[in-house]
């Protein structure tokens, strides 16, 4: 007998973790289906879009903070990790870094009725045409929508702001984030 293994594009959203490193944390750790770099004058910031989520890796003044949202098991250093928690629910952190650097972020896991997640999931679809960064999945069946990341910025002279939007189909769920780095 033959049986045909399936594929997820997206993770389990259960697994899923946010990280904030003092440090870059390597891309060649993920599979990157998009990226952007944003370049001022005071600092660089790169911003990439992974299977379970993201990594923004901001740098200034010769410090990087890297904030990654992926999996539990995704293999990662755990030198320099500065806090790492799991993502569910709504959760807001603030730090400020010797250099000067403030960073705030606020995720949010948002379990959506079907209907919901739809009509959000199609609002998203046009949203991506204006993204900064933005990824579709292929969908686990042809009668389901594939999962989506996209991230918009505002970009300023000393500061970034970023919007990252990831669709979790099979579960309904839309995880979001907003972080900021400021000088």
């Given amino acids: 007998m033959w049986i045909m293994k399936v594929s997820y594009a997206r993770p389990s959203v259960s697994t899923l973790v946010f990280h904030l490193y003092t440090r870059t944390v390597h891309p060649e750790l993920f599979r990157i289906y ?12 790169q911003v990439r879009i992974c ?12 410090q990087t903070i890297t904030e990654v949202a992926a999996t539990s098991q995704q293999p990662l250093p755990k030198r320099s ?13 603030s730090f400020r870094f010797d250099c000067g650097l403030r960073y705030h972020v606020s995720y949010q896991l948002e379990q959506l009725d079907p209907e919901v997640f739809l009509n959000f999931h199609e609002e998203l679809l046009i949203d991506c045409t204006r993204a900064d960064v ?10 389901a929508p594939g ?10 002279s000393r500061s970034l702001l970023i919007h990252a939007f990831h669709t979790f ?14 000088l």
């Fill in 34 to 45: 998009a990226e952007t770099d944003i370049c001022k004058q005071v600092y660089h910031a």
């Fill in 51 to 62: 299977n379970a989520g993201h990594t923004v890796s901001f740098r200034s003044s010769g």
């Fill in 81 to 93: 990790r500065f806090f790492e928690k799991r993502l569910w629910g709504t959760r807001d952190e």
């Fill in 134 to 143: 933005a990824h579709r999945f292929p969908p686990v069946n042809r009668l």
């Fill in 147 to 156: 999962p989506l990341s996209l991230i918009r910025t505002d970009v300023g």
């Fill in 169 to 182: 189909p099979e579960s309904n769920v839309v995880v979001k984030t907003q972080s900021l780095f400021e």
